[in-house]
């Protein structure tokens, strides 16, 4: 897979840097992204609060994930800011740089097992980011539906049996959906009717659980794989704090470990959400 190196990152950029060496008023870094270019960290942007000792809030070699200030390419200055990076920027940080490794893993896999000229295998990365997205993607779309998802693609045939291979080792984001729901019978003996109902409607079903809350209530448990099985499901949302996260699972990269939500894709694609106006705040039209 190509890649373009870029010289300096852009400002509001989240990057991933190395601690490389400490001084009191702030510590140098190298930024693992842009061919360990240095960067800048000020003590006022590791923390909030006074900082008398950077050492207790830095280690050498330790990576950070840090935001983009501010960059003057001229004077090969780069200004970064930890205090500023909000949890969720670093989480997604951290999965970003975790699934490009497992892609080049996989990529890496491919070339060793089917033997396709260079052009051919770039021609294979990109069939596939067109398709999805990016090639990690395509593993993962083929580790939870099948093949068949390529189906109609300009793949060699000899590369869409180790692709198969290799998507099966991957392991599909666990996604649980919780119910609450009420039973009730008037017979005499109502309590070991329904009791027996629910254990012959879960026996030997791992992705399907059910716990007795309280009469009449039981919540019942369903991994994605069950879920994806029905004809349709809705999403109720609601409230202003839930809008990003609504517009990033339906039009941000494909990412279901970021984003658990993805990971439900109904057989005929019967996907429905109902939001109240500040949940859909930031839904692009």
Not at 37 to 52: D, K, M, N, P
Not at 97 to 105: F, H, M
Not at 168 to 181: A, D, L, N, Y
Not at 219 to 238: D, E, G, H, Q
Request: charged share 25%; net charge neutral.
């Amino acid at each position: 897979m190509t890649t373009t190196v870029q010289d300096f990152p852009e400002v509001g950029e989240i990057v991933i840097a190395t601690v490389t060496r400490i001084v009191d008023q702030g510590a140098y870094v190298s930024l693992d992204e842009f061919n360990n270019i240095q960067g800048f960290l000020h003590v006022s942007e590791i923390a909030t609060g006074w900082i008398r000792n950077v050492a207790k809030f830095l280690k050498i070699g330790e990576k950070k994930v840090l935001l983009v200030k501010r960059v003057d390419p001229r004077r090969s200055e780069i200004d970064l800011s930890l205090k500023q990076v909000s949890s969720d920027q670093k989480k997604k940080k951290l999965l970003e740089i975790k699934r490009g490794e497992k892609e080049e893993a996989l990529i890496e896999n491919l070339k060793s097992k089917v033997s396709l000229s260079a052009s051919e295998m770039t021609k294979l990365e990109n069939v596939l980011v067109d398709k999805v997205g990016s090639v990690y993607d395509a593993f993962s779309e083929v580790s939870a539906k099948g093949i068949s998802v390529l189906d109609n693609l300009s793949i060699p045939s000899k590369a869409l049996g180790v692709i198969a291979e290799l998507g099966s080792k991957i392991q599909v984001p666990h996604v649980e959906i919780r119910g609450i729901f009420e039973l009730t019978c008037t017979k005499s003996n109502g309590i070991e009717i329904i009791k027996q109902a629910l254990i012959d409607a879960t026996a030997n079903k791992k992705e399907i659980s059910v716990t007795y809350i309280g009469a009449p209530k039981y919540r019942i448990t369903l991994t994605a794989p069950v879920v994806n099985k029905s004809s349709r499901v809705a999403f109720l949302v609601s409230g202003a704090d839930k809008a990003a996260s609504i517009s990033n699972v339906i039009f941000g990269q494909h990412d279901p470990d970021l984003y658990p939500a993805q990971a439900i894709q109904p057989f005929n694609d019967g996907l429905y959400w109902f939001t109240d106006e500040a949940a859909a705040a930031d839904v692009k039209k």
